[in-house]
């Protein structure tokens, strides 16, 4: 069966604030340099060059650096010409969880459509590590702890002949996507309305969805209402929506904070309130959003028997910037649950009835695809897509007037800062680079789509 189909396109969009790269080392030729060439020949990222008839080295590329791990230049200089000193704009970006190399990544991947990891890392898909260990990312633990095990003996593939198709439910209500990964439910009430719209816009051209927390749906959005989860917490008054009837998924958010489905509520509660969601919209999908924990496996057998479509795993990290949601204050690491909640699914015999989205401050595509490998089927992204549109984890969410960057804000003078165009082209640029990656992922590892991954943590990831 012929799955969707990405229709959007890679096109230029460059984020103005940020006119260079953000260079991770700053590359110092001193006066004692005698321009005898022997760096340019032996600079492998293009770092150096010289124009003819100029008695001085060109102005150095320095975002294009390794520094002293690489010190090619230095080691052939006749005069010692050369000092790296660390660059301080890079030293100001990004928090402990989303380090300067994470966010200049995404960004080059939005504007371009090309997941970048030149600068840091030089390994790719098909040898024995992938670049994700704990030297790119800064932690040794998390999905960082996890890294692909490529084997000359799997049959390698190319990526034109790997699927990232992904169905969300069963039957009637089935809800087919181009892609594994897609926005997560962000709330609405504080978000730039340009952005919400871009990020509408990009789902339709991609052939996936987006998901919104409102009790109501602003006139602009109701043009892509097919691509939009709807978000409703465990009350009747959020189903008088009538627009509710158009989602294509309904996700109904249980956690500590909305006295939930792994607290206060009980099976027959929720069974009932599902109930009610499909007199209002028979015909969407529904998804239960609930705080990963040491109940999650009995929560998804739980949510199998009352007759949920989906189970969206909310991760402690979260990864949304630390001034608009703190971190989440109960649950696990994801990667601790997915195997269990997958493995209970499939000792049930009801791995297939269930689908199962992970949500826990996914950073690039390695992500992704090593929480599809833990047991996942597919990917909700949250920080990665306002990273793409501009966000530098500067923590000033809710400060003032709002985010500096025109992202989280309702002030007409931030909220001008971005398109829904733009904003839709960054995102569109972002997912086709990760699913490029995906693709190049899912064919060294000699996988025909991604369903094939799903579960195969045992066979396909090793620990660092």
Not at 123 to 148: H, K, S
């Amino acid at each position: 069966m012929t799955g969707p189909e990405v229709k959007a396109r890679v096109r230029s969009a460059p984020y103005e604030r940020l006119r260079r790269p953000v260079p991770r080392w700053r590359v110092e030729v001193l006066d004692r340099c005698i321009v005898c060439g022997l760096c340019i020949q032996v600079c492998p990222m293009g770092v150096l060059s010289l124009t003819s008839g100029l008695r001085r080295l060109d102005p150095p590329r320095h975002e294009l650096c390794l520094g002293p791990a690489c010190g090619e230049c230095a080691s052939v200089c006749p005069t010692d010409a050369f000092e790296f000193h660390p660059a301080s704009d890079w030293e100001a970006l990004g928090d402990d969880f989303w380090n300067a190399a994470l966010i200049e990544s995404v960004n080059r991947a939005a504007e371009g459509g090309r997941f970048y990891e030149g600068v840091w890392v030089s390994r790719t898909p098909g040898e024995a590590t992938t670049p994700t260990g704990p030297e790119v990312m800064g932690a040794d633990e998390g999905l960082d702890a996890w890294e692909f095990a490529f084997s000359a003996a799997d049959r390698a593939l190319t990526p034109d002949e790997v699927s990232l198709n992904l169905t969300l439910g069963q039957g009637d209500r089935a809800v087919r996507m181009a892609l594994p990964f897609y926005g997560a439910t962000l709330p609405m009430e504080r978000l730039n309305p340009n952005v919400i719209l871009g990020r509408a816009k990009a789902a339709t051209s991609l052939g996936i969805l987006t998901g919104v927390a409102t009790s109501g749906l602003p006139e602009e959005l109701k043009g892509f209402t097919g691509a939009l989860i709807r978000r409703v917490g465990p009350d009747m008054a959020a189903l008088q929506d009538e627009s509710l009837a158009e989602a294509p998924v309904i996700e109904l958010r249980f956690g500590p904070d909305d006295r939930g489905f792994h607290g206060v509520h009980t099976l027959a509660d929720v069974r009932e309130l599902i109930g009610w969601v499909r007199t209002v919209a028979p015909g969407a999908l529904i998804a239960l959003r609930v705080m990963a924990g040491d109940d999650t496996p009995d929560v998804a057998i739980g949510a199998v028997a009352i007759g949920a479509d989906a189970l969206v795993i909310e991760g402690i990290r979260g990864g949304l910037p630390g001034g608009w949601e703190k971190q989440r204050p109960l649950g696990a690491p994801l990667e601790s649950v997915l195997p269990e909640v997958h493995r209970a699914l499939s000792d049930a015999g009801q791995r297939d009835v269930l689908t199962v989205i992970g949500c826990d401050g996914v950073r690039s595509p390695y992500d992704v695809f090593k929480l599809i490998a833990l047991g996942a089927d597919g990917v909700a992204l949250e920080a990665a897509e306002l990273v793409a549109l501009g966000c530098t984890r500067c923590g000033m969410c809710s400060t003032g007037i709002g985010c500096p960057s025109g992202i989280i804000t309702r002030e007409p003078a931030l909220t001008g800062l971005i398109s829904a165009e733009w904003a839709a082209q960054r995102l569109i640029n972002l997912y086709l680079a990760w699913a490029g990656m995906g693709s190049r992922i899912l064919a060294a590892l000699g996988l025909p789509d991604v369903h094939a991954l799903r579960g195969r943590a045992e066979r396909y990831l090793v620990r660092v």
